[in-house]
Structures are given as structure tokens and as C-alpha cells.
């Protein structure tokens, strides 16, 4: 079966550093576009990112662009967030997320197909 496993999270200062990895099995990786979402405790899941399966085209949410880079890596079927100038309300869980290629880009929940388990950041003031 299909499985994303994020690392990479801790507890970090603002104006800080964090990269998150997802390694993905079960799955044929080139074949799917992967995304990273954040949820905060009580909020709806957001859209962060997302990659496309060559890794030639990205997308990002207006609070991260700028700050934040995904990349992927189809040698080891992993896929990152590297967070840079993190501020406190970048604090939530993040997740990794895959959606078939053939699909267009979408930042809609409901648009991915797998989902990992998340990783908590915590950005102190």
C-alpha cells in the first residue's frame, strides 16, 4: 500500500531553518505531483506547496512564497519543504500529500489521493 513518511520537524527560532522530508513507497513517485499542507489544532488543513512530477514546476501559497522551496528527489522518492525566515505562525503539522500527474495543480484537500501521517513545527517568538 501507499505510504509518505514525513521527518524533519521540531522546535525552532523565529527567523530560523527547518527542512522537512517525505519519503514515499508503494506508489510509482514519478507519477505523481506531491504537495505539503499545514493544519493548525481546531483550523481547516491549508494548501502550502506543491511540485510536479519532473520537479520543473512548483507552486506556493502567498503566506510562504518567497520563504519557502520544494524539491524532489526521484532517486529516493522523497520530496522536501525547506522553511526558511520561519515566524511563529508557521507553528502546525504538516503533511505531505501525492495526486496523479495527469491531474491538473490543485490546492484543494479533497484534490490529493494519499496523505502521510504529519510532522509537528513549532516556531518560538
Known amino acids: 500500500q501507499v505510504q509518505l513518511v514525513e521527518s524533519g520537524g521540531g522546535l525552532v527560532q523565529a527567523g530560523g531553518s527547518l527542512r522537512l522530508s517525505c519519503t514515499a513507497s508503494?506508489?510509482?513517485?514519478?507519477?505523481?505531483?506531491m504537495a505539503w499542507f499545514r493544519q493548525a489544532p481546531g483550523k481547516e488543513r491549508e494548501f502550502v506547496g506543491c511540485i510536479d512530477w519532473r520537479g520543473s514546476d512548483t507552486y506556493y501559497a502567498d503566506s510562504v512564497k518567497g520563504r519557502w522551496t520544494i524539491s524532489r528527489d526521484g532517486a529516493k522518492n522523497t520530496v522536501y519543504l525547506q522553511m526558511d525566515t520561519l515566524k511563529p505562525d508557521d507553528t502546525n503539522v504538516y503533511y505531505c500529500?501525492?495526486?496523479?500527474?495527469?491531474?491538473?495543480?490543485?490546492?484543494?484537500?479533497?484534490?490529493?489521493?494519499?496523505w502521510g501521517q504529519g510532522t509537528q513545527v513549532t516556531v518560538s517568538s
Open positions: 500529500a501525492a495526486r496523479p500527474r495527469a491531474l491538473p495543480f490543485t490546492t484543494s484537500v479533497g484534490g490529493y489521493t494519499d
Open positions: 508503494g506508489l510509482s513517485f514519478s507519477s505523481y505531483t
